[in-house]
């Protein structure tokens, strides 16, 4: 979509306004390769199949150099080698059509379709030598009768096929960030914003799948068998991860000082680095080194374990995380005292076994610390049977304890299921109150269907249920300006127009709710002692606060 269109009601299509379009716009009757290039190639069409191209090239680029890595394991490639040799003629194969598909379809491409001579252009073109060079090896080998082993390594090129997709980014990067200053660039590549564009995108997956790949790693080593066949990959490997994770360390603290809220030299770097996610990003990183300056002191080797703590890095983008931490900050109050109940039947449970097993089994229950960890598996309903009552007082009571322990930890689990679903409606509630706004006017500029993206991105909304809200909308928006033109008497005649008309009261509500400041309303009624008690607790309820 291009900045600074705007879209009328008229002519929405919620699907192209999501980007989702099911099909292409393009003429069948179009000429044979111009309709090929507009399927495959054209990244200026939305729908067509550009994307999940340059997806899956991607991705068999990026298999190509594990394998690459692999062949140099020899414990790993002699029994698979057959196995190897099948796979490099797959991806020489796909690499060829696409080299092939390309040469044919450049005149089509208004990279080279200006030129007097569009497939030299093509061939002359860096992207294009990359292309040839990456399959030219295996031809080589196949067809001359020279030793051509030295020139496998040139298969390594074809990681940089990967600059076919990273290259329009970065052109796309640099101008939406022309005039900003370094420290604003770094900051858009490492923080959301509206100018990181696809660059960002691409440097969250790139740390996303070296995420991954560590703490792959981390789970392969504690395999002895393949541990010790891949020792030095894994630390290569582990050295890497580290360097590219302290990198974007460093990089988030000296772009931090960009964001609302943390400006200063000192203090705003010093409260991004107490912030949950840049605090994991520092404990991702912190057990190499500590390894590395003080193991001739200590033997750190246990905090290798802590590698692990990288996965908790691809949280930070994860909305579900941010939903998790509102509906514990908002549930609060009642799970400390869900957890208050629960602990004062656990101790009683642990000093009831004490009491009455201890005479009997006094290697298990020797002593009430001791006897806790039975009353735990007992009241979660767990039971792993290393340690059971024998008396009869013991067993029946340990029966009825585990029909209580059902209900008591169910509490916790029912109250967060419940909360969560309470925030999701919330959530949409919010985006149906700005959506009333949003299409006040009949269009949509690009700043609001940005906002409207983003929001059923965060929400997870398909087509089909924001077309479904953006309808609801729209006819109730109908309604009110009905309504709004007719008296109360008049209203109350027909029952279904005062529902309507309730149902907007409290819409108007809610809206008037989320524009004021958290506590504000409240704080101002009670100090003038405007409303009655039963009537703040309606606002409460409305707002939905109880």
């Not at 009491?355 to 309903?381: C, G, M, R």
């Not at 304890?401 to 029912?414: D, E």
Request: hydrophobic share 50%; glycine share 4%.
């Amino acid at each position: 979509m291009e900045n600074n269109k705007t879209i009328y009601l008229k002519d929405l299509n919620v699907a192209s306004l999501l980007g989702k379009d099911e099909e292409a716009n393009i003429p069948s009757d179009l000429p044979m390769r111009k309709w090929l290039f507009s399927w495959l190639l054209d990244t200026n069409i939305p729908g067509n199949m550009a994307k999940s191209v340059d997806k899956w090239l991607g991705i068999l680029i990026v298999a190509n150099l594990f394998t690459l890595m692999f062949e140099q394991v020899p414990a790993v490639f002699e029994p698979n080698k057959q196995w190897f040799h099948w796979f490099d003629i797959f991806s020489v194969a796909v690499f060829t059509v696409e080299y092939l598909m390309r040469l044919y379809m450049a005149p089509e491409d208004p990279e080279f379709n200006k030129k007097k001579h569009a497939r030299l252009g093509f061939v002359t073109s860096p992207f294009a030598i990359i292309d040839f060079l990456a399959v030219a090896p295996f031809y080589l080998q196949a067809f001359l009768p020279v030793d051509l082993r030295v020139l496998r390594a040139l298969r390594l090129l074809r990681i940089l096929k990967l600059f076919r997709i990273v290259v329009p980014a970065y052109k796309d990067f640099q101008t939406l960030n022309a005039g900003r200053t370094f420290r604003q660039k770094v900051h858009a590549l490492v923080f959301p914003s509206k100018f990181g564009g696809e660059l960002q995108k691409l440097f969250d997956i790139f740390i996303g799948i070296w995420v991954m790949l560590s703490v792959l790693a981390v789970i392969l080593e504690s395999v002895q068998s393949i541990h010790y066949i891949l020792n030095l990959q894994f630390v290569i490997l582990d050295g890497v991860a580290v360097a590219i994770f302290s990198l974007e360390y460093f990089m988030r603290l000296y772009a931090c000082v960009e964001e609302p809220g943390h400006k200063g030299s000192f203090m705003g770097r010093f409260k991004q680095a107490k912030s949950p996610a840049t605090f994991i990003d520092f404990i991702a990183i912190l057990p190499f080194f500590l390894e590395v300056f003080l193991h001739h002191l200590l033997d750190l080797r246990f905090l290798r374990v802590f590698r692990l703590s990288r996965l908790l890095k691809l949280t930070r983008n994860s909305d579900a995380t941010d939903v998790l931490f509102r509906v514990i900050a908002r549930e609060w109050p009642i799970m400390g005292a869900a957890s208050f109940i629960m602990g004062l039947l656990l101790v009683l449970t642990a000093s009831l076994g004490y009491l009455l097993e201890h005479d009997a089994q006094p290697e298990k229950f020797e002593n009430i610390p001791q006897s806790i960890y039975w009353a735990v598996i007992t009241l979660a309903s767990v039971g792993y049977g290393d340690i059971s009552p024998v008396t009869p007082l013991g067993r029946a009571m340990t029966s009825i304890l585990a029909l209580l322990g059902i209900g008591i930890f169910a509490i916790p689990a029912a109250l967060l299921a419940s909360a969560f679903s309470d925030e999701l409606i919330k959530d949409r509630e919010a985006l149906k109150a700005n959506l009333f706004e949003i299409l006040k006017d009949g269009k949509i500029v690009e700043t609001e269907a940005q906002f409207i993206r983003e929001e059923a991105q965060r929400l997870h909304l398909t087509v089909e249920e924001l077309n479904a809200l953006i309808d609801t909308v729209m006819k109730e928006r109908e309604i009110e300006d009905n309504l709004k033109a007719l008296p109360i008497h008049t209203i109350a005649q027909r029952p279904e127009h005062a529902i309507e008309y309730f149902k907007t009261s409290i819409s108007e509500l809610r809206q008037l709710g989320m524009q004021m400041k958290p506590g504000e309303f409240e704080e101002t009624a009670k100090a003038a002692d405007r409303l009655t008690a039963s009537e703040m607790a309606l606002w409460q309820q409305i707002q939905g606060k109880s």
